[in-house]
């Protein structure tokens, strides 16, 4: 049997227990060239909540009473004549929220379970790490003596963005809720200064931490927290948008930055970005962060839940900032 999250009523604002509806449901027998996949562990993404709107986005909202949308790893248990797998491959893609996975293997992904542990593969080698790598670099265009400003800082992304900017020599300043992240950030991922958004005025804090203003805001935040960063680009200053999960499960309009003029005076660029526009560089750009890793510059940190049953519940430890790095739900039993 299967046991699966599936995706019930679309919410207004907050993620509430009848959105999803846990069944358990037969495996169907494999087809020729399908294989079976046990899912190990889910990624716990914040986009889940947009992908449960039905509205225009970059990629199709999801269907009601579909499998609940998710990045995953897991191994092949079964195989029915499909080449490409064997027994036993660690194995990464879209599985869903759900413990098997019936596939014909388009999508799916080998990695090796014995240079990283499985969680890693969709944190910091998988999607989030990818978004920080190519935003950073490729949008954020930082060089060496830029300053740098990220929120969600202590996340998924946004740690592994402040680490890169580090590496790459810039001064590093970070935006998270709570002491706990802030002293982490700093003292274990060696950001040079951090703003506690939950109890520090941030336009004061912004003007004591960044008192030259900043050349890259990385944001993942929005709302407020972009709208302070703006008031502190210096001249031709780049703006990521990377997100904006504090606006997320608004039930009105999302408040949009006011202080965009400060684009206009400082010549500066605003730009979102997609992480899968750059998915034919992901071989690239994980190997790079693994030789980092290996080189004690880089570091990951997942916090890992456990049982499907218990998957509204972790989801919203996003949305209350309740967990340390990247969120993952271990569905295996
Ligand atoms: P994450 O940081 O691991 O988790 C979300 C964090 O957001 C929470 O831990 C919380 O941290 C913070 N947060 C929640 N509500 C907030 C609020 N109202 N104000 C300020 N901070 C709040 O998530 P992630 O995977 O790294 O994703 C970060 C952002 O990147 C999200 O906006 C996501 O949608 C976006 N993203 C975009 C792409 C892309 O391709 N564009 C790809 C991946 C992710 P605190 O405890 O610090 O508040």
New binding site residues.
Partial sequence: MNKQVIFKKRPIGNVEADVFELQNNAIPELEEGEILIQQHYVSL???MR?WMNDTKSYIPPMAIDSVMRAGSIGKVIQNNNNPKFEIGDCVTSWGGVQQYVVTNGDGWYKVDERLAPMPMYIGTLG??GM?AYF?IQEVGKIKEGDIVLV????????SIVGQIAKIKGCTVIGI???KE?CDYIKNELGFDDAID??SENIYTALKKKCPKGVDVFFD??G?L?LNAALSKLRMHARVVI?????Q?NNKSKIDGPSNYLSLLVTRSTMQ?????DYAKDYAIAAKQMGVWMKEGKLKSREDVYEGIENFQETYN?????D?N???VLKVIE
Avoid: E
């Avoid at 979102?272 to 899968?276: L, P, S, T």
């Fill in positions: 993404d914040p986009a947009g999607m989030p978004t935003g929120s969600g800082a202590a996340g998924a992304v946004g998270a809720g709570g992240k958004y939950k993942n935040v709302g927290i990377c997100g904006a999960i504090s997320y979102g970005m997609v992480v899968m430890r996003l949305f209350s900032g967990k790095g990247k969120l």
